[in-house]
């Protein structure tokens, strides 16, 4: 999964990137420029859609409704961690109070994500990929593989195998005094989410709206996108071997890869450029030449079918090919 070597252009640094990328000059200040007001519309945005889904369902009070909401909340998490993500980059607010409080309490502990541990192993993930203190190792190595092995994974998430493992996490660290400052903001949150729709005279609504796509469909999700954006990369200095870049449509916008997560290699060249100038980021990197066309996966669903084409057998060597 790896580019060609005649794509990896050397063309940098130009009079606008530096020699990994980064924009400078007028360009790093207009690029790094923190959108507060857009960013706190965007909570808002997140609270309104994420629990007006479930008040929507329930007042409707058909298992059709239900079944749509449980769906559109495994997006929804999708939103809550990426706006985490954000705040752990401190690109949420240019007050660095306010987006750690928004952090922590109203993206990170609804979603599940405790955003002091995260932002400490993130930094790791982006100091040195695929190093040694990489901490999402396990989500990106051995890529391609097979098709059962594909299927096996998704099969796990999908039906809380692997969200499981994520909750006894939350739960160990509630246990361990160095851990418990992390995990509490979670908890009290969880708390208040369920007391509101036990209050409201819905407790199951936690659970099995809340909780549970949380725990299956957003894990899908969240592989899905991981292996998108790193799947059977490699330990480089060139973000362009170490990160993928696929071409962005509504559809993945939509369900897996929202507020532009899906410009994750201009992301990675430049972790200071908040989320709504990475795509101007990538088109300078395409003007300068070194993103070229044949560094783009044409759609989520190539590069996964490239990620799931290892051969189930081992390929015949002149040796065993006359036997």
């Not at 997140?46 to 239900?66: K, N």
């Not at 994520?166 to 509490?184: D, E, G, H, Q």
């Amino acid at each position: 999964m790896r580019p060609d070597a005649a794509a990896l252009t050397d063309v940098l640094p130009t009079d606008r990137l530096g020699p990994s990328g980064r924009p400078i000059g007028d360009l790093r200040t207009e690029l790094y420029r923190i959108h507060s007001v857009r960013n706190a519309a965007n909570v808002v945005a997140l609270w309104a859609q994420s629990f007006g889904v479930v008040i929507l369902a329930l007042a409707l009070h058909h298992p059709g409704a239900w079944a749509v909401a449980f769906v559109l909340q495994g997006r929804a998490f999708a939103l809550y961690g990426i706006l985490t993500h954000e705040a752990a980059h401190r690109l949420l607010f240019r007050n660095r109070r306010l987006n750690d409080v928004v952090g922590t309490w109203l993206v990170g502990a609804p979603g599940f994500v405790p955003l002091q541990a995260y932002r400490r192993g993130h930094m790791a993930h982006h100091r040195e990929e695929f190093g040694l203190a990489e901490p999402d190792m396990n989500l990106y190595v051995g890529y391609p593989i097979t098709k059962a092995s594909w299927r096996r994974k998704l099969r796990r998430d999908a039906l809380g195998v692997s969200g499981w493992k994520n909750l006894k996490l939350l739960l160990v660290a509630l246990t361990k005094s160095s851990s418990r400052p992390f995990a509490m903001p979670i908890a009290i949150a969880q708390v208040a989410i369920f007391a509101g729709f036990a209050l409201a005279g819905y407790p199951l609504a936690w659970p099995l709206l809340w909780l549970a796509p949380w725990m299956t469909g957003w894990r899908v999700l969240n592989r899905l996108r991981a292996v998108a954006e790193h799947g059977g990369a490699q330990h480089s200095s060139d973000r362009r071997l170490t990160t993928h870049h696929v071409r962005q449509s509504w559809l993945p916008r939509f369900w897996m890869v929202p507020y532009n997560t899906g410009w994750h290699l201009a992301h990675h060249v430049d972790i200071g450029v908040p989320f709504q100038n990475l795509p101007a980021l990538h088109r300078e990197l395409e003007r300068a030449g070194w993103v070229v066309p044949e560094l783009e996966y044409r759609s989520y669903r190539a590069l996964w079918r490239r990620a799931s084409s290892r051969s189930a057998t081992p390929a015949a060597t002149p040796a065993t090919a006359s036997q």
